[in-house]
Protein backbone atom coordinates (compact mmCIF):
# COMPACT_ATOMS: atom_id res chain seq x y z
CA UNK A 1 0.00 0.00 0.00
CA UNK A 2 1.39 3.38 -0.99
CA UNK A 3 -1.12 6.31 -0.29
CA UNK A 4 -0.38 9.60 -1.15
CA UNK A 5 -0.37 11.54 1.74
CA UNK A 6 0.22 15.68 2.35
CA UNK A 7 1.79 17.16 5.70
CA UNK A 8 1.07 19.87 7.04
CA UNK A 9 3.38 20.74 9.94
CA UNK A 10 4.89 23.89 12.23
CA UNK A 11 8.28 22.05 11.96
CA UNK A 12 9.47 21.86 15.15
CA UNK A 13 11.81 19.16 16.75
CA UNK A 14 8.86 16.34 16.66
CA UNK A 15 7.67 16.90 13.54
CA UNK A 16 11.12 16.85 12.27
CA UNK A 17 11.00 13.13 13.52
CA UNK A 18 7.68 13.00 12.07
CA UNK A 19 9.06 14.19 8.74
CA UNK A 20 11.42 11.47 8.95
CA UNK A 21 9.45 8.67 10.31
CA UNK A 22 6.86 9.64 6.81
CA UNK A 23 9.75 9.52 4.69
CA UNK A 24 11.21 6.70 5.58
CA UNK A 25 7.49 4.55 5.36
CA UNK A 26 7.00 2.75 2.08
CA UNK A 27 2.94 2.89 3.24
CA UNK A 28 3.19 6.51 2.56
CA UNK A 29 4.24 8.38 -0.57
CA UNK A 30 4.58 11.70 0.68
CA UNK A 31 3.19 14.06 -2.51
CA UNK A 32 3.36 17.37 -0.70
CA UNK A 33 4.61 19.16 2.97
CA UNK A 34 2.81 22.24 3.56
CA UNK A 35 3.95 25.18 6.43
CA UNK A 36 1.94 26.58 8.73
CA UNK A 37 3.31 28.89 11.95
CA UNK A 38 3.29 27.37 15.21
CA UNK A 39 6.34 25.87 17.13
CA UNK A 40 7.98 28.99 15.19
CA UNK A 41 7.48 31.33 12.57
CA UNK A 42 6.13 30.10 8.94
CA UNK A 43 9.49 30.77 7.75
CA UNK A 44 11.94 28.93 9.66
CA UNK A 45 9.13 26.14 9.48
CA UNK A 46 9.14 25.94 5.56
CA UNK A 47 13.43 25.92 5.45
CA UNK A 48 13.19 23.80 8.07
CA UNK A 49 11.09 21.31 5.97
CA UNK A 50 13.95 21.75 3.77
CA UNK A 51 16.48 21.17 5.54
CA UNK A 52 15.25 17.45 6.39
CA UNK A 53 14.69 17.30 3.19
CA UNK A 54 17.84 17.30 1.72
CA UNK A 55 19.67 15.84 5.17
CA UNK A 56 16.76 12.78 3.65
CA UNK A 57 18.24 13.03 0.45
CA UNK A 58 14.46 12.69 -0.16
CA UNK A 59 12.88 12.90 -3.92
CA UNK A 60 12.81 16.14 -4.97
CA UNK A 61 9.60 16.17 -6.57
CA UNK A 62 8.00 16.38 -3.40
CA UNK A 63 6.07 19.90 -3.10
CA UNK A 64 6.96 22.36 -0.32
CA UNK A 65 4.43 25.08 -0.11
CA UNK A 66 4.40 27.91 2.60
CA UNK A 67 1.33 28.64 4.39
CA UNK A 68 -0.18 30.61 7.06
CA UNK A 69 2.00 33.15 9.16
CA UNK A 70 -0.24 33.62 11.81
CA UNK A 71 -3.63 32.11 13.32
CA UNK A 72 -7.19 33.63 11.86
CA UNK A 73 -7.95 35.86 14.67
CA UNK A 74 -5.38 36.29 17.19
CA UNK A 75 -1.43 37.00 17.21
CA UNK A 76 0.84 33.90 16.68
CA UNK A 77 2.45 32.51 19.87
CA UNK A 78 5.18 30.00 19.41
CA UNK A 79 7.18 27.06 21.56
CA UNK A 80 10.90 29.19 21.45
CA UNK A 81 11.37 27.47 25.16
CA UNK A 82 10.73 23.86 23.72
CA UNK A 83 12.05 23.76 20.35
CA UNK A 84 14.58 26.84 20.32
CA UNK A 85 13.97 29.96 18.47
CA UNK A 86 14.43 28.01 14.79
CA UNK A 87 12.34 25.43 15.28
CA UNK A 88 15.12 22.94 15.91
CA UNK A 89 16.87 23.07 18.87
CA UNK A 90 18.77 26.07 17.55
CA UNK A 91 21.62 23.51 16.24
CA UNK A 92 24.52 24.96 14.10
CA UNK A 93 24.69 22.04 11.53
CA UNK A 94 25.63 22.44 8.30
CA UNK A 95 23.01 21.04 5.97
CA UNK A 96 22.23 21.47 1.99
CA UNK A 97 18.41 22.67 2.00
CA UNK A 98 16.83 20.47 -0.78
CA UNK A 99 16.25 22.70 -3.77
CA UNK A 100 12.33 21.72 -3.50
CA UNK A 101 9.79 22.34 -5.88
CA UNK A 102 7.52 25.25 -4.55
CA UNK A 103 4.33 26.33 -6.69
CA UNK A 104 1.69 28.45 -5.30
CA UNK A 105 0.65 28.66 -1.38
CA UNK A 106 -0.20 25.98 1.11
CA UNK A 107 -4.37 26.41 0.43
CA UNK A 108 -3.91 25.53 -2.98
CA UNK A 109 -1.80 22.89 -2.66
CA UNK A 110 -3.94 21.08 -0.29
CA UNK A 111 -6.73 21.46 -2.66
CA UNK A 112 -5.29 20.67 -5.74
CA UNK A 113 -4.50 17.40 -3.88
CA UNK A 114 -7.47 17.00 -3.16
CA UNK A 115 -9.13 17.30 -6.36
CA UNK A 116 -6.18 14.99 -7.58
CA UNK A 117 -6.10 12.32 -5.08
CA UNK A 118 -9.70 12.08 -3.17
CA UNK A 119 -10.57 9.66 -1.54
CA UNK A 120 -6.84 8.10 -1.96
CA UNK A 121 -5.12 11.26 -0.01
CA UNK A 122 -4.37 11.40 3.39
CA UNK A 123 -3.39 14.51 5.03
CA UNK A 124 -1.77 14.66 8.56
CA UNK A 125 -1.66 17.75 9.87
CA UNK A 126 0.95 18.27 12.66
CA UNK A 127 0.82 22.21 13.53
CA UNK A 128 -2.21 24.66 14.24
CA UNK A 129 -5.52 23.89 11.78
CA UNK A 130 -5.03 27.39 10.42
CA UNK A 131 -4.01 26.10 7.14
CA UNK A 132 -6.82 23.24 6.79
CA UNK A 133 -9.35 25.77 7.87
CA UNK A 134 -8.61 27.98 5.17
CA UNK A 135 -8.68 25.18 2.80
CA UNK A 136 -12.30 24.00 3.92
CA UNK A 137 -12.95 28.19 4.05
CA UNK A 138 -11.89 28.48 0.06
CA UNK A 139 -13.20 24.90 -1.32
CA UNK A 140 -15.38 23.14 1.05
CA UNK A 141 -16.14 20.82 -2.24
CA UNK A 142 -12.46 19.72 -2.66
CA UNK A 143 -11.41 19.66 0.88
CA UNK A 144 -14.18 17.26 1.33
CA UNK A 145 -13.29 14.74 -1.21
CA UNK A 146 -9.82 13.87 0.76
CA UNK A 147 -10.15 10.41 2.66
CA UNK A 148 -8.71 10.91 6.11
CA UNK A 149 -7.64 14.09 7.46
CA UNK A 150 -5.51 13.10 10.54
CA UNK A 151 -5.04 15.79 13.24
CA UNK A 152 -2.37 15.90 16.02
CA UNK A 153 -4.31 18.00 18.70
CA UNK A 154 -6.69 18.12 21.83
CA UNK A 155 -6.87 17.19 25.32
CA UNK A 156 -9.77 15.51 26.72
CA UNK A 157 -9.35 13.45 30.13
CA UNK A 158 -5.11 14.52 30.31
CA UNK A 159 -4.09 18.50 31.29
CA UNK A 160 -2.87 20.57 28.66
CA UNK A 161 0.67 21.38 27.54
CA UNK A 162 -0.34 24.93 27.09
CA UNK A 163 -1.85 25.84 30.41
CA UNK A 164 -3.94 23.69 32.09
CA UNK A 165 -6.54 22.57 29.71
CA UNK A 166 -5.26 23.40 26.08
CA UNK A 167 -2.74 21.48 23.69
CA UNK A 168 -0.67 23.69 22.20
CA UNK A 169 -1.92 23.14 18.44
CA UNK A 170 -5.55 23.71 19.72
CA UNK A 171 -4.63 27.17 21.64
CA UNK A 172 -2.57 28.90 19.17
CA UNK A 173 -5.15 28.41 16.56
CA UNK A 174 -8.58 27.85 18.64
CA UNK A 175 -10.89 29.30 16.23
CA UNK A 176 -9.40 26.90 13.28
CA UNK A 177 -9.86 23.78 15.23
CA UNK A 178 -13.40 24.95 16.14
CA UNK A 179 -14.19 24.93 12.38
CA UNK A 180 -12.35 22.09 11.19
CA UNK A 181 -13.60 19.83 14.17
CA UNK A 182 -17.27 20.85 13.37
CA UNK A 183 -16.86 20.64 9.92
CA UNK A 184 -17.78 17.25 9.19
CA UNK A 185 -14.49 16.27 7.55
CA UNK A 186 -13.11 12.39 7.60
CA UNK A 187 -11.29 13.54 11.08
CA UNK A 188 -9.00 11.37 13.19
CA UNK A 189 -7.92 12.88 16.13
CA UNK A 190 -4.84 11.88 17.95
CA UNK A 191 -4.58 14.06 21.22
CA UNK A 192 -2.30 13.94 24.21
CA UNK A 193 -4.13 11.83 26.16
CA UNK A 194 -2.33 9.28 23.52
CA UNK A 195 0.94 10.90 22.68
CA UNK A 196 2.11 11.66 26.19
CA UNK A 197 1.85 7.69 26.67
CA UNK A 198 5.02 7.70 24.37
CA UNK A 199 8.43 8.54 25.29
CA UNK A 200 12.24 8.81 23.64
CA UNK A 201 14.39 8.86 26.57
CA UNK A 202 18.09 10.57 26.16
CA UNK A 203 19.77 7.34 27.21
CA UNK A 204 18.43 5.18 24.46
CA UNK A 205 18.72 7.73 21.83
CA UNK A 206 22.21 8.34 22.70
CA UNK A 207 22.78 4.33 22.42
CA UNK A 208 20.69 3.98 18.87
CA UNK A 209 22.70 6.59 17.52
CA UNK A 210 25.75 5.54 18.60
CA UNK A 211 25.10 2.59 16.27
CA UNK A 212 24.29 4.47 13.17
CA UNK A 213 27.23 7.07 13.11
CA UNK A 214 25.74 9.29 10.69
CA UNK A 215 24.83 12.86 9.61
CA UNK A 216 20.64 11.87 10.34
CA UNK A 217 21.38 10.40 13.84
CA UNK A 218 23.65 13.49 14.52
CA UNK A 219 20.56 15.49 13.35
CA UNK A 220 18.41 13.58 15.85
CA UNK A 221 20.88 13.97 18.83
CA UNK A 222 21.34 17.53 18.18
CA UNK A 223 18.29 19.16 17.20
CA UNK A 224 16.55 17.23 20.45
CA UNK A 225 19.11 18.48 23.01
CA UNK A 226 16.91 21.43 24.28
CA UNK A 227 13.64 19.92 23.41
CA UNK A 228 14.82 17.25 26.04
CA UNK A 229 16.14 19.35 28.18
CA UNK A 230 12.78 21.55 28.47
CA UNK A 231 10.89 18.08 29.07
CA UNK A 232 13.17 17.44 32.18
CA UNK A 233 12.53 20.87 33.27
CA UNK A 234 8.85 20.75 33.10
CA UNK A 235 7.98 16.76 33.39
CA UNK A 236 11.02 15.13 35.60
CA UNK A 237 12.34 12.82 32.53
CA UNK A 238 14.93 13.72 30.41
CA UNK A 239 13.48 12.60 26.99
CA UNK A 240 10.53 13.63 25.08
CA UNK A 241 7.10 13.09 24.03
CA UNK A 242 6.58 11.76 20.52
CA UNK A 243 3.58 13.67 19.92
CA UNK A 244 3.81 14.30 15.81
CA UNK A 245 5.51 10.83 15.15
CA UNK A 246 2.38 9.00 16.83
CA UNK A 247 -0.07 10.79 14.58
CA UNK A 248 2.44 9.89 11.27
CA UNK A 249 2.03 6.00 12.69
CA UNK A 250 -2.09 6.82 12.55
CA UNK A 251 -1.01 7.46 8.92
CA UNK A 252 0.63 4.38 8.54
CA UNK A 253 -1.14 1.84 10.49
CA UNK A 254 -4.35 2.84 11.60
CA UNK A 255 -4.73 -0.58 12.52
CA UNK A 256 -2.45 0.07 15.77
CA UNK A 257 -5.07 2.50 17.27
CA UNK A 258 -8.25 2.52 18.53
CA UNK A 259 -11.07 5.12 17.41
CA UNK A 260 -13.83 6.54 18.82
CA UNK A 261 -16.34 8.93 17.56
CA UNK A 262 -17.00 12.30 19.46
CA UNK A 263 -18.53 15.53 19.22
CA UNK A 264 -16.21 18.16 19.87
CA UNK A 265 -15.99 21.26 20.86
CA UNK A 266 -13.25 23.83 20.79
CA UNK A 267 -13.45 26.79 23.63
CA UNK A 268 -12.76 30.19 21.25
CA UNK A 269 -14.02 32.62 24.17
CA UNK A 270 -13.02 31.58 27.49
CA UNK A 271 -10.60 33.37 29.58
CA UNK A 272 -8.61 30.76 31.27
CA UNK A 273 -9.67 27.35 28.76
CA UNK A 274 -8.52 29.26 25.58
CA UNK A 275 -8.12 25.93 23.46
CA UNK A 276 -9.43 23.65 25.38
CA UNK A 277 -11.47 20.24 23.71
CA UNK A 278 -14.96 19.72 24.89
CA UNK A 279 -16.21 16.31 23.92
CA UNK A 280 -20.01 14.92 25.36
CA UNK A 281 -19.16 12.63 27.41
CA UNK A 282 -22.56 10.52 26.96
CA UNK A 283 -20.64 9.79 23.95
CA UNK A 284 -23.80 11.68 21.69
CA UNK A 285 -22.76 12.52 18.36
CA UNK A 286 -24.97 14.75 16.21
CA UNK A 287 -27.19 13.30 13.58
CA UNK A 288 -26.37 16.42 10.94
CA UNK A 289 -23.13 15.86 10.00
CA UNK A 290 -20.53 12.82 10.86
CA UNK A 291 -18.10 13.36 14.24
CA UNK A 292 -14.07 13.24 14.67
CA UNK A 293 -12.52 9.65 15.03
CA UNK A 294 -10.57 9.89 18.26
CA UNK A 295 -7.62 7.87 19.64
CA UNK A 296 -7.40 7.02 22.59
CA UNK A 297 -5.39 3.64 22.87
CA UNK A 298 -2.92 2.09 21.00
CA UNK A 299 -0.42 -0.74 20.33
CA UNK A 300 2.72 1.36 21.96
CA UNK A 301 5.39 -1.66 21.63
CA UNK A 302 4.44 -2.13 18.18
CA UNK A 303 4.69 1.98 17.37
CA UNK A 304 8.03 2.21 19.00
CA UNK A 305 8.82 -1.04 17.04
CA UNK A 306 7.92 0.70 14.16
CA UNK A 307 9.47 4.28 14.69
CA UNK A 308 12.90 2.76 15.74
CA UNK A 309 13.20 0.81 12.58
CA UNK A 310 12.42 3.42 10.18
CA UNK A 311 14.09 6.55 12.10
CA UNK A 312 17.70 4.75 12.37
CA UNK A 313 17.47 2.80 9.10
Not at 86 to 108: C, E, F, Q, Y
Request: proline content about 6%; glycine content about 8%; hydrophobic content about 40%.
Amino acid sequence: MNNPTLIDTDSGVDDALALILALRSPELSVRAITTVAGNTTVGNCTRNVRRVLGLLNSAPDILVARGAAGPLKRRLVTAHEVHGDDGLGNVRMKITAAPTLSRGDAVNTILQHCDRYARSLTIVALGPLTNIALALRKRPASLRKAGRIISMGGAFRVPGNTGPVAEFNYYVDPEAAERVLTSGLPLFIVPLDLTEQVALMRKELVYRASRRPNDVSRFILGVTRLYMKYHKHSEGFEGGFLHDPVAVGAAIDPGLFEWSRMDIRVETTGKWTRGMTVADPRGKTPASRPAPRVAFRMNKEAFLKLFHERLWA
